[in-house]
């Protein structure tokens, strides 16, 4: 049976943003899904006060539905005008969740090996930067 668990190493703050990396994507991201969008592994009561928002990718949301389908789930595009939004004009005490290794790292999984793939992926670092 699956049996996601989200690990707590540190206290997050209602008063302040986060972005918090996620790793490793998979086929599916069922981990990151859990954790930040189905309240499975109780990311609420460890972090009470934290609003988690899980990011995908843009073109997702072109589809007809299924766009409505993925805002309902809490989900929003991998952008930088769609996490600036949620870092700086939202309030505060959102946490974007970012799948770092993106779809290039979901083509590379297989049973048993983890790959983290940050070549060309320091968007989100330049994000909590200028976020603070």
Same mark, same amino acid.
């Given at each position: #049976?699956?049996? #996601?668990? %989200?690990?707590? /190493?540190?206290?997050?703050? +209602?008063?302040? @943003? ?5 790793? +490793?994507? $998979? ?19 460890? !972090? #009470?006060?934290?609003?988690? !928002?899980?990011? /995908? %990718?843009?073109? @997702? !949301?072109?589809? #007809? ?19 600036? *939004? ?5 309030? /505060?005490?959102? &946490?974007? &969740? ?12 297989? +049973? $048993?090996?983890? /790959?983290?793939?940050?070549? @060309?992926?320091?968007? !989100? ?5 200028? *976020?603070?």
């Amino acid at each position: #049976p699956l049996s #996601p668990q %989200l690990v707590k /190493t540190h206290d997050l703050l +209602p008063g302040h @943003n986060y972005i918090i990396g996620s790793h +490793p994507h $998979g086929i599916l991201c069922v981990g990151a899904f859990c954790n930040f969008i189905t309240g499975s592994t109780g990311f609420s009561e460890l !972090f #009470p006060g934290i609003r988690p !928002f899980l990011t /995908t %990718l843009a073109g @997702n !949301f072109r589809l #007809p539905l299924f766009r409505e389908y993925l805002m309902s789930g809490g989900l929003c595009p991998v952008t930088r005008r769609a996490i600036g *939004h949620l870092l700086s004009k939202n309030g /505060t005490g959102n &946490a974007v &969740a970012i799948v770092i290794g993106g779809a290039a790292e979901s083509l590379s999984c297989s +049973p $048993g090996v983890t /790959t983290l793939i940050l070549k @060309n992926r320091k968007g !989100f670092v330049r994000m909590a930067l200028q *976020h603070g």
